[in-house]
């Protein structure tokens, strides 16, 4: 089974059928192509681009919208409501800080269908996500992550607690791979979002 399989069955147990199962993230350091494993994702998957400050981020924005287009994904960007609406982006993604802020939301205009997704690393930052109306929260980390060496993961028994609580949709990451996706079964968790893990 690859990792978009058990992205397949959380999503399927969560009842959160309207929701991506698997989310790929880009990152300029860890996975600064992501062309290729884009191409390779599910249908019905998303791509989230977070190359915050890449000189390539607009043209990789365009690359990537196509691809998606014909491989039948979501593009969600983070962060970048200008680029989104430039390229007609499936959805924003916020971090934690930013969705405490939230007053640029204004100038977001969802269209039908479109999500907006937040960052979240404690019960709280949930609550947060859900209150400035976010379609679901990207909870981390589960598992020991190279994005965040030195951090202490939640494991999957906190996990599964905090998403019994949730006021919305929640996807487990950080550290994910085929090795472990199998003890996230049961936890409620909405999908699987991930950079390493998808490549």
């Known amino acids: 089974m690859t990792l978009s399989d058990y992205a397949l069955r959380l999503n399927f147990m969560s009842g959160h059928f309207s929701l991506p199962a698997a989310i790929l993230m880009t990152d300029t350091k860890r996975l600064f192509d992501p062309i290729p494993a884009a191409r390779r994702l599910p249908e019905g998957a998303a791509v989230l681009l977070r190359h915050y400050d890449s000189e390539d981020k607009y043209a990789l924005a365009h690359k990537l919208k196509q691809i998606c287009v014909n491989g039948k994904l ?17 959805g924003l ?33 949930l609550r947060q996500a859900a209150a400035i109306g976010a379609d679901a ?3 981390s980390s589960v598992f020991p992550t190279k994005s965040h060496l030195g951090g202490t993961p939640l494991g999957p028994r906190l996990l599964a607690s905090w998403i019994r609580t949730a006021p919305l949709p929640v996807y487990a990451l950080g550290g994910i791979s085929v090795s472990n996706a199998g003890r996230l079964m049961g936890s409620g968790a909405a999908g699987i979002a991930g950079i390493g893990g998808f490549t």
Request: charged content about 20%; glycine content about 6%; proline content about 4%.
């Open 137 to 139: 929260a990207l909870l």
């Open 74 to 90: 979501r593009l969600i960007v983070a962060e970048d409501v200008a680029l989104a609406n430039e390229i007609g982006a499936d």
């Open 93 to 125: 993604h916020l971090t934690e800080r930013s969705a405490r802020r939230a007053g640029h939301l204004l100038s977001w205009k969802l269209r039908p269908g479109s999500l907006l997704t937040v960052s979240a690393h404690s019960p709280a930052a």
